[in-house]
């Protein structure tokens, strides 16, 4: 079945510490974000990329990198930088053009301890 | 830029009761309308969409019509369940641009009690 798929589903990250969150597609799609969501709010864009080797920045990109080195995979890199990291991260992806629907993954949840 | 805006949560009803979540949006052309589903520890799932005027959008017993004259699209059901119990996002796409994004609200937690 084509999907999204996000690992781990859980992930517990050290202060100074950078942790990486996987986020690959089999759906074929160009377009590929990432969202940040916190508890009783909505989703906040962070990077999304709509080819490979190029990605722009969205409105939360502090703290945060990632690349694009394949089609299918967008990984997301919470670096040390970032100092509210605890949130949960939904990664999601889409064909280019725009007026479509986003196909979401599961997410993953990551907490600072 | 272009914009959605929910009401504000959250809802509670009893089962069977009957469900609208308001939206309302601002866009400068004519984008296509979505509502989305989240339950609790999952991504979000879409429910259903609409991609111009006065289309109706439905899927499990939702609809919700795309009004210009208002800028709305209004999430309704006539019975809802316990397993309703979700997190609903209202969002938008422009069809002009070839980037793909939507544009989401901040979403309407609803808790059905039976």
């Known amino acids: 079945d084509g999907g999204i798929t996000q690992s781990p589903k859980y992930l517990f990250r050290k202060e100074g510490q950078n942790v990486t969150l996987s986020c690959e597609q089999n759906?074929?799609?160009?377009?590929m974000y990432w969202y940040r969501q916190d508890p009783g709010q909505g989703l906040r864009l962070i990077y999304y990329?709509?080819?490979?080797?190029?990605?722009q920045k969205g409105d939360i990109a502090e703290g945060y990198s990632v690349s694009r080195e394949k089609k299918e995979s967008f990984p997301l890199t919470v670096t040390s930088a970032q100092k509210n990291p605890t949130a949960f991260y939904l990664c999601?992806?889409?064909?280019?053009?725009?007026?479509?629907?986003?196909?979401f993954g599961q997410g993953t949840r990551l907490t600072v301890v | 830029g272009d914009s959605v805006t929910q009401m504000e949560g959250p809802v509670t009803l009893s089962e069977e009761a009957f469900l609208t979540i308001n939206c309302t949006y601002t866009?400068?052309?004519?984008?296509?309308l979505f509502w989305y589903v989240q339950y609790p520890g999952e991504g979000l799932q879409l429910l259903l969409k609409?991609?111009?005027?006065?289309d109706k959008g439905s899927n499990k017993g939702f609809e919700a019509t795309y009004r210009k004259e208002t800028t709305s699209f209004h999430l309704e059901k006539g019975s809802v369940q316990v397993s309703d119990s979700a997190v609903y996002f209202c969002?938008?796409?422009?069809?002009?641009?070839?980037?793909?994004?939507?544009?989401f609200g901040d979403g309407t937690t609803l808790t059905v009690k039976p």
């Open positions: 999601a992806s889409s064909i280019i053009q725009g007026g479509t629907e986003a196909f």
């Open positions: 759906l074929n799609h160009d377009a």
């Open positions: 990329s709509q080819i490979v080797n190029d990605f």
């Open positions: 866009a400068t052309g004519y984008p296509s």
């Open positions: 609409a991609t111009k005027a006065d």
């Open positions: 969002a938008l796409s422009d069809p002009r641009t070839n980037a793909g994004k939507s544009t």
